[in-house]
């Protein structure tokens, strides 16, 4: 078997997308007309395979029975580093014990539905934490396809094994949907606790003392089992513990800014037909783009006085959801769900902070400005709801606002340096009232921001508009802390039998480079064998 690229109009690539095997499939809207990229299987004879050819896929994982495993190794956080490292070890005959501070992930369900009606956090089960960590609920987006840190598409074969559509394995951009991921999450789970793993919810770690030991009763001991560390980017309390255990954390670079929405029709207009729909909305071309290559996302990125700002974590027809995990904070995060039906498209806007951005030389401090940033976006939402007029409405909105209410600026008027008197339609459930984001964001933030979206403007005229609108803060794109590790065995240079993987530990960027991550861990542990 070999595979053969077409080049189709998207009307084309749907034909040939019900005729044929297709094992990648892109869209490239560079160009005045949309183009969608088919990379089809192709038999001996250089033909394309039969949609309905009776092919095997891939070899479907071999999972043991590690009941009464001779060795075991614990697992700190369920989020797809964990969960994916814990299925590795079980083919390797290793038995894996999770425990996860969150719940399980239908009663995370419950938590987050609170959180979006503003009637409380749940600082242990929310967007952040519980089974599946911080992508479950916040789109699923499986974007990365990169081979230099292993073998990513074995990543999506076990997504797909576990019950995501065939599309993960073969979209340039597959995405799973937050209405579909819990299903996958509690499917690897079952498989986890029947082939002998465990798996203990509710269980926050605060210490790893009982984990790894010293023969002189001192830190940087061995490990009594491997421990990976598989916390996740927003476990603050977690980096302080270790800190104070004497694992050695260093600053890393990460980014920070807002959450921009735009309508989806908008966005359509800019990325698929470079502001030409009124020659195409309507009509039969129109309706079989969107139906077949999906609602249009964008990436975008410019350079502003030398740092990056750019666009993170595109949700196209999607929500904006609250994605704190502490109480007096204020964070702002973008889902899709699997269908991405919407009427809006949001991502983060975010600018690049290097570790010399911040003074000092503590290697916390990252994770500090972080929290500052957070909770000053709450006391501005909190300080604009003080100032609406106190009808029997507006009075029960300021009883919520110690909640999830954000702070928002139309996106005109922050560029311009102008108050916005009210605000557009949003999809971010808990509400959203004005604030001079403008006037408070960092300026080294919000100035660099102002530039970016003038940047963007000049590439898709019409995208700078009031009718778009920021949320702030957007502050959990990545870790601002790393945990030096080992490059060939994987461990902790400062605690031997401590393995830290995935975005926690500053060693990916989303569900799967964290889910690849946690597979080369389980593997070194098993090459030790």
């Known amino acids: 078997m070999d595979s053969k ?34 990379t089809v299987l192709t038999d001996d004879a250089g033909k394309p395979v039969a949609k309905d050819a009776p092919i095997p896929l891939y070899e479907p994982p071999v999972f043991q029975d590690v009941h009464n495993a001779a060795r075991s190794a614990i697992i700190i956080g369920a989020g797809p580093a964990g969960l994916f490292a814990a299925l590795t070890l079980i083919e390797k005959g290793i038995k ?10 239908s009663e995370r369900k419950k938590d987050i539905a609170l959180l979006n009606r503003n009637e409380g956090l749940n600082p242990e089960s ?74 203990h919810f509710d269980t926050k770690v605060e210490s790893l003392k009982p984990h790894l030991t010293s023969p002189q009763g001192e830190g940087n001991g061995t490990s009594v089992a491997p421990v990976i560390l598989a916390i996740g980017h927003s476990a603050h309390d977690t980096y302080r513990m270790l800190a104070a255990e004497g694992v050695k954390l260093e600053t890393k670079g990460f980014a920070m800014g807002v959450r921009a929405e735009h309508l989806q029709a908008l966005i359509n207009r800019l990325m698929y037909f470079k502001g030409r729909d009124h020659e195409i909305t309507g009509s039969r071309d129109h309706e079989n783009i969107i139906q077949f290559v999906g609602n249009a996302s964008y990436s975008l990125v410019t350079q502003v006085e030398g740092r990056g700002v750019y666009s993170f974590c595109m949700c196209p027809g999607g929500h904006i959801v609250p994605a704190g995990s502490s109480e007096n904070t ?48 709450y006391s501005e ?67 660099r921001l102002q530039q970016g979206f003038r940047d963007f403007d000049r590439k898709y005229p019409g995208f700078l508009t009031n009718e778009a609108v920021i949320l702030g803060v957007e502050s959990r794109s990545s870790s601002a802390v790393r945990i030096p590790r080992d490059p060939e065995t994987l461990q902790s240079v400062s605690t031997p039998g401590l393995y830290p993987c995935g975005e926690g530990a500053g060693y990916a960027g989303g569900i799967t480079s964290s889910a690849l991550d946690g597979i080369n861990a389980a593997l070194k542990i098993a090459d030790l064998a």
């Open 126 to 199: 929310n967007y952040c934490f519980g089974e599946g960590g911080a992508g479950t609920f916040s789109d699923g987006k499986l974007f990365s396809r990169s081979k230099k840190r292993g073998n990513m598409q074995r990543v999506m074969e076990l997504f797909h094994f576990f019950g995501a559509p065939d599309t993960v394995l073969y979209e340039a951009h597959a995405h799973i949907g937050s209405d579909k991921l819990p299903t996958i999450i509690k499917n690897m789970r079952e498989c986890i606790i029947s082939h002998g793993g465990e798996i």
């Open 381 to 447: 939402a909190h300080n604009s709801q003080l100032s609406i007029p106190s009808d029997r409405a507006d009075r029960q909105r300021i009883v919520n606002y110690q909640l999830s209410t954000a702070p928002a600026q139309r996106l005109k008027d922050f560029v311009e340096g102008k108050a916005s008197k009210n605000l557009p339609p949003c999809s971010y459930l808990p509400g959203i009232v004005p604030s001079r984001l403008d006037q408070w964001l960092p300026p080294h933030i919000g100035k």
């Open 96 to 105: 894996p014990i999770i425990y996860e501070r969150g719940k399980e992930v």
């Open 330 to 377: 204020c964070v702002v995060n973008g889902m899709s769900a699997s269908h991405r039906n919407s009427p809006f498209a949001n991502s983060g806007m975010v600018v690049q902070i290097n570790p010399e951005d911040i003074p000092g030389d503590n290697p916390l401090k990252g994770l500090e400005y972080q929290e500052a940033l957070e909770r000053l976006a």
């Open 5 to 38: 690229q077409y080049i189709f109009s998207p009307r084309e690539a749907y034909m040939a997308a019900q005729k044929w095997r297709v094992v990648k499939r892109s869209v490239d809207a560079r160009q005045r007309e949309l183009k969608v990229h088919l």
